[in-house]
C-alpha cells in the first residue's frame, strides 16, 4: 500500500520540480520465503523404524515469510492559500526532523515550540517527527511595511523528496502443517497460520504532509500553522494472530 496523499497542479516555470517520488516509490524491498520439512519418517533421509516416533516426528513442514522493507513517500503541501501549486518552498540547512527530545508520543495537551518558533499541539496518541520549520510560503512586503501573502507563485521545491517517508516494516509470517493418512483415500490434514509472529508494531499510517495556511507577521511569517504536520497516527497492521484448520481429504 502506498502513502496516498494529493500532487498539486505541475510547476509551469521549473519543470525539474515535476520529477518527484512517485507515492508507491520504496528503495528497499526484502521478502525471504523459507520452506522446512521434517527429515523424519518414510520416504525421508531419516527413516525411522519406530511407528510412533514416525508418526509424532514425521510428516510436518514449516513455513515463513520475512518481509523488510523501507517506507513510501508522503506528500508536503498547502504551506499557502492560493498558491498556484501545492508545492512549497524548502530551506537549505533547516533539519527535515524536529529535535530528539519533540520526537514521541503526544497526549493532545501539550505545547511544543519548533526551531523556527512556531507553536504547535499535536493530536492526541500522534507521534511527532518532521519538521514544519523546514518549508515556508512565499510572501511580499507591503509599501507600508506589512507582510502579505502573495497568492500567485509555484513552490521551489518538489511535493515528494527521498528523506520524507512514512514508516517500514519488519514482519515475519509462519505456518506449521502435517498431513496424517487415515485411510488409503482419506487424509487428515491440520494446520496452523501465525502473522505478524513478533508482535511488533506495524504501522500502517503514514506522516501528515499538510503543512496548513500560512502564519504571517511575526518570527514565524510565512511557515505554515498546522499542528498536523510531521505527525503519525496510531494506526497500525493486526497484532500477532494464529489460525489454526483441520480438514479432512478424500
Given amino acids: ?43 525421508r533421509p531419516l527413516a525411522l523404524s519406530n511407528r510412533i516416533a514416525q508418526a509424532a516426528l514425521g510428516g510436518w513442514s514449516v513455513g515463513s515469510v520475512f518481509t523488510a522493507n523501507s517506507g513510501f513517500p508522503f506528500v508536503v503541501s498547502g504551506a499557502n492559500t492560493g498558491a498556484l501549486s501545492g508545492a512549497v518552498n524548502r530551506i537549505p540547512g533547516v533539519a527535515i526532523t524536529v529535535p530528539q527530545e519533540l520526537q514521541h508520543w503526544y497526549d493532545g495537551k501539550t505545547t511544543v515550540t519548533l526551531p523556527c518558533g512556531v507553536k504547535i499541539t499535536p493530536a492526541k496518541n500522534t507521534f511527532l517527527k518532521y519538521n514544519s520549520c523546514a518549508f515556508q510560503g512565499q510572501t511580499l512586503t507591503a509599501p507600508n511595511g506589512a ?15 527521498g528523506d520524507l517517508r512514512g514508516p517500514g516494516r519488519f514482519n515475519l509470517d509462519m505456518s506449521l502443517r502435517r498431513s496424517f493418512t487415515l485411510h488409503e483415500s482419506i487424509k487428515l490434514q491440520l494446520s496452523a497460520d501465525a502473522s505478524n509472529v513478533l508482535n511488533h508494531t506495524e504501522y500502517s499510517g503514514n506522516f501528515s504532509g499538510g503543512l496548513g495556511n500560512t502564519t504571517l507577521g511575526g518570527a514565524t511569517s510565512g511557515y505554515g500553522n498546522s499542528a498536523t504536520f510531521g505527525t503519525l497516527p496510531v494506526t497500525a497492521f493486526d497484532p500477532r494472530q494464529i489460525t489454526m484448520n483441520l480438514r479432512i481429504v478424500f
Fill in 1 to 43: 500500500m502506498n502513502s496516498g496523499g494529493t500532487i498539486g497542479s505541475p510547476d509551469l516555470t521549473n519543470n525539474n520540480n515535476n520529477r518527484r517520488y512517485g507515492l508507491s516509490d520504496q528503495p528497499h524491498r526484502f521478502v525471504a520465503i523459507v520452506v522446512y520439512e521434517s527429515p523424519f519418517g518414510a520416504g
Fill in 147 to 161: 507582510i502579505i501573502a502573495n497568492q500567485f507563485w509555484f513552490g521551489g521545491t518538489n511535493q515528494t523528496a
